[in-house]
């Protein structure tokens, strides 16, 4: 098994890393479809029950099948340990429950993935957690928003779905001036083109549902950590809570993850067409892509990325009217919300993922009531700019 960066790439480790020929010498990782193990011995069950011996007890606390997805994103992300969950929610609402108390304070991206901004304003301040929301690609604003209470930073960049870029070697040096911990929200990017961990980051969250899964079939979340000892302090959260991950899930993203770099890097060619087609098309007002220089922290990306990703939103000059007539236009992008697959995907932000926040919230988030999201996939690039020629043309 390939564990960490060592000498080989990443393609390589996305499709090697954690995983080995099982005792009959399957080549496919085995799905260990079980909700129980079999203990050779009463004195080897309690063994297990009291963390002496490193075998399986219950596919909750933990599944071999998991276990191989789990050592392939932390070789993917060069950290040292992981937990799979349930879905990308499952993942943040164990890392606040692991991580904060009552009294304690959060500093978060204002334009972060909306539901996890919705559940520490509207449910984790019901427990007496805190938490400001506010514009991280400003390190200035992240310094200002830091309290004595502060514990956890967590952002997302480029951020959900205005795409604004926040440095995180710079977050992390304040977060951890504070004592804070620095979560970094990897979806956008994947391991592939971001690494959080070089830059100061403690843990990474993933919505694996997204680019590490790749095929809109599956629902799964993923934490890593850079440390051991950190993850070990998750844990006991993780399975108390429940939200760990089926192993028919994890075979199904160890499948896809595979392909990883191949999707990722063909989807991200066709963005950089496509956000450089629409910047120049007279229906657009503005493109927010951060492979494009008229973005406002190109420079900052370029300098902790490994390219743009394959996220665009963009404004039309018609507003919100404009954006439903070309949604309602195209013939081969498809209407629907998440990202990441291999098919592209369009929607329109405030009325559907971040419709929980009010007007006030989207519109100081940057996120305007025309927005449009575009989740570019690998389809040929000269069919989707035909679809996009054509649907803009009814705007």
């Known amino acids: 098994m390939l564990h960490g960066d060592g000498p080989f790439g990443l393609g390589t480790r996305a499709i ?9 010498g399957s080549a496919a990782p085995a799905i260990y479809q079980t909700s ?31 276990r191989m997805l789990e050592d392939n994103l932390s070789a993917l ?42 559940v520490l304003e509207r449910h984790w301040s019901r427990f007496g957690v805190s938490a400001s929301c506010i514009d991280t690609s400003d390190t200035a604003a992240v310094e200002a928003a830091m309290q004595d209470s502060t514990r956890l930073v967590l952002i997302e960049t480029p951020a959900n779905p205005n795409l604004k870029v926040s440095d995180i070697r710079a977050v992390a040096e304040i977060a951890h001036a504070q004592g804070a911990l620095l979560v970094v929200d990897n979806t956008f990017m994947s391991p592939i083109l971001q690494r959080p961990f070089t830059h100061g980051a403690d843990i990474v969250l993933h919505s694996v549902t997204k680019f590490i899964n790749g095929h809109t079939d599956v ?8 440390e051991r000892a950190l993850c070990d302090r998750v844990r006991p959260v993780w399975y108390n809570l429940g939200g760990t991950m089926d192993p028919h899930q994890a075979w199904l993203v160890l499948r896809g993850v595979k392909t990883l770099k191949l999707r990722v890097l063909a989807a991200q060619q066709n963005a950089v067409h ?41 404004e039309l000059r018609g507003g919100v009217e404009a954006g439903s007539r070309l949604m309602d236009s195209l013939k081969l992008m498809t209407l629907a919300v998440s990202l990441g697959g291999v098919e592209t995907l369009i929607q329109h932000p405030p009325s559907m993922t971040h419709a929980g926040m009010t007007r006030e919230q989207r519109w100081s988030a940057g996120i305007s009531d025309g927005l449009v999201r575009l989740s570019v996939g690998c389809e040929d690039v000269e069919d989707l700019l035909a679809d996009l020629t054509q649907a803009l043309a009814q705007v």
Request: hydrophobic share 45%.
């Open 16 to 24: 090697h890393a954690g995983q080995a020929p099982d005792e009959f």
């Open 36 to 66: 129980t193990f079999v203990f050779e011995s009463a004195a080897l069950g309690a063994a297990r029950f009291r963390g002496e011996d490193p075998g399986y007890i219950y596919t909750r606390l933990g599944n071999p099948t998991n």
């Open 77 to 118: 992300e060069g950290g040292e340990a992981a937990l799979a969950c349930a879905s990308g929610m499952a993942a943040a609402n164990t890392l606040i429950f692991a991580l904060l108390n009552a009294g304690d304070h959060a500093v978060v991206s204002d334009s972060i993935y909306a539901p996890t901004r919705l």
């Open 219 to 226: 629902v799964g979340g993923m934490l890593v950590f850079r």
């Open 274 to 314: 496509i956000a450089t087609y629409l910047e120049a098309h007279p229906a657009v007002e503005r493109v927010h892509y951060p492979g494009l220089p008229s973005h406002p922290q190109y420079a900052v990306h370029r300098a902790q990325a490994d390219g743009p990703g394959s996220l665009i939103s963009f």
